[in-house]
C-alpha cells in the first residue's frame, strides 16, 4: 500500500515518553493531526512484550506515517509476542486479513526496530529508520571523540579513546563500519573502525591532511580530501585506502564531499571562488560544476538516498542553518537552525547538530525531536542507510 492511500483522521496527539541515554527508553515525541494511516498497537505477550509495545509505537510515532488509534478506529492493528531474541509480528487490516507475518531476532530493541521498519514497508512503500545507527562527535570527555546511538538516540556508546582529536565520522550504509579522521599519530589520518568488534585500521596516511572520508552507496568507495600532492584536493580511493585518483584541481580548499546514490557523482564543499560554495563531479573525473543555492556560505553537503536532493550547512551573518536543495531545480530552503545535516534511509528525515543536541527533524511534517542530549557540544552526525 502506497502513501497516496493513507487518509486523514481526526486530530490526535500522541506523547511517547522516555529518556534518552544510561538505561533510557526513548525522547518524547509529539505528533499532530496530518494525514497518516491509523494503526493501534494491540497486547504485546511474550516475557519482554510491554517494553517492546513502548519501543514500537515511539518507532511508528518518529516515522511520521501514522497516527495511533484506539482500535475500534484503526485501519491497521499491530499485535505479537516478544521474548528472548526474536519477536513474532503481527499486523491485520479492519476485516482481520493478515498483512504481515514475520518473525525477527536481534538484541531486545533490534528485533522491534526491525519489526518498525517492516511494518513501514509493507503498509506505505517506503524505507524505515528506525532499525538504524547514527555516530556523532562529542567533547564530553574533554576530547573530540565519536559515539554511536540508535536512530531513536537509545544506546548511546563512545566508539573511540583516543584522547585527542577524533573528527570526520562517516557510517558505511550498512553500519558495520565507520570511517573517521584521527590525530592518534599526530597528523590527520583516516580510520576505519568495525562497530561489531571494534578493530580500528590506520586506512589512509599518505603525507600532509587526509580527511573528509565518506563511503559510496554500495560501500565500495570512498571520497577523501588529501593534501598529499600539495593543496588540499578531492580524491576516490578503495574502501580500504587504496588505488587514490585525484578528481580536483583548484587553488582552493575542497571538504566534505558525498556521493550519489548510483555513484556516478560527488558534490563536495570548495572555497576555490573565495567562499565555500558546493560543486558536483563525475566520480570518473571531469570539471566540478557550481550548484546555485542562493546563499554565499555553504558546506556538509548530504546526497539523499533517493538521489533527489541534498541537505547543507548555510551560514548567513553568524548563524548557522540547514537548508535542503531540490536537484531537479526547485530551489534551497531553510529548514531548520544547526549544522551537519545527514539524510535517513527514507529521504524524508534529517539529523543535525544544534548546540548541545542531536535533533531529527521531519522534512515533511516539520516536526522535530530531540534524540540526544546531555552529552557536551555535538557535532558532525552520520547515519547509516
Excluded: C
Amino acid at each position: 500500500m502506497k502513501n497516496s492511500r493513507a487518509f486523514s483522521i481526526l486530530a490526535f496527539t500522541f506523547f511517547a515518553s522516555a529518556a534518552l541515554t544510561r538505561g533510557a527508553e526513548a525522547p518524547t515525541i509529539t505528533i499532530s493531526k496530518s494525514d497518516r494511516l491509523a494503526v493501534a498497537i494491540g497486547a504485546l505477550s511474550g516475557a519482554d512484550g510491554a517494553a517492546a509495545a513502548k519501543i514500537l509505537q515511539n518507532d511508528l510515532a518518529m516515522s511520521g506515517y501514522f497516527s495511533l488509534v484506539p482500535a475500534a478506529s484503526a485501519g491497521f492493528v499491530i499485535g505479537g509476542t516478544s521474548g528472548g531474541g526474536s519477536l513474532a509480528g503481527t499486523v491485520t487490516d479492519h476485516a482481520g486479513k493478515t498483512v504481515l507475518s514475520q518473525t525477527f531476532s536481534g538484541t531486545p530493541r533490534g528485533k522491534v526496530h526491525a519489526f518498525a521498519d517492516e511494518i513501514i514497508a509493507t503498509l506505505t512503500g517506503s524505507k524505515g529508520i528506525a532499525n538504524t545507527k547514527v555516530a556523532f562527535v562529542s567533547n564530553r570527555t574533554g576530547h573530540k571523540e565519536i559515539y554511536t546511538a540508535d536512530a531513536d538516540g537509545s544506546g548511546v556508546h563512545q566508539l573511540t579513546n583516543d584522547a585527542n582529536i577524533s573528527v570526520g565520522p562517516r557510517l558505511s550504509p550498512d553500519g558495520r563500519t565507520l570511517v573517521y579522521t584521527g590525530y592518534k599519530s599526530g597528523y590527520a589520518d583516516v580510520y576505519e573502525i568495525e562497530l561489531a568488534s571494534g578493530a580500528r585500521n590506520r586506512i589512509i596516511k599518505f603525507p600532509g591532511t587526509n580527511t573528509g572520508a565518506s563511503y559510496s552507496a554500495d560501500g565500495h568507495q570512498l571520497a577523501v580530501i588529501m593534501s598529499k600532492d600539495g593543496n588540499p584536493e578531492l580524491y576516490t580511493t578503495g574502501a580500504g585506502g587504496g588505488g587514490a585518483r585525484r578528481l580536483t584541481r583548484t587553488t582552493g580548499v575542497e571538504s566534505t564531499p558525498t556521493w550519489s546514490p548510483d555513484g556516478a557523482e560527488i558534490i563536495y564543499s570548495s572555497d576555490d571562488r573565495g567562499t565555500p560554495q558546493l560543486y558536483r563531479i563525475p566520480a570518473s573525473g571531469g570539471t566540478g560544476r557550481a550548484l546555485s543555492t542562493g546563499h554565499g556560505y555553504n558546506t556538509e553537503p548530504n546526497w539523499s538516498p533517493d538521489g533527489k536532493k541534498i541537505a547543507f550547512t548555510v551560514r548567513d551573518g553568524g548563524s548557522f542553518s540547514i537548508a535542503t536543495l531540490d536537484l531537479a531545480g526547485s530551489g534551497a530552503r531553510v529548514v531548520a537552525t544547526g549544522e551537519g545535516p545527514a539524510w535517513g534511509a527514507d529521504s524524508r528525515h534529517l539529523i543535525y547538530a544544534e548546540g548541545g543536541s542531536l535533533i531529527l527533524l521531519d522534512t515533511q511534517t516539520g516536526q522535530k525531536t530531540t534524540v540526544v542530549s546531555g552529552f557536551g557540544q555535538i557535532s558532525e552526525p552520520t547515519w547509516s542507510r
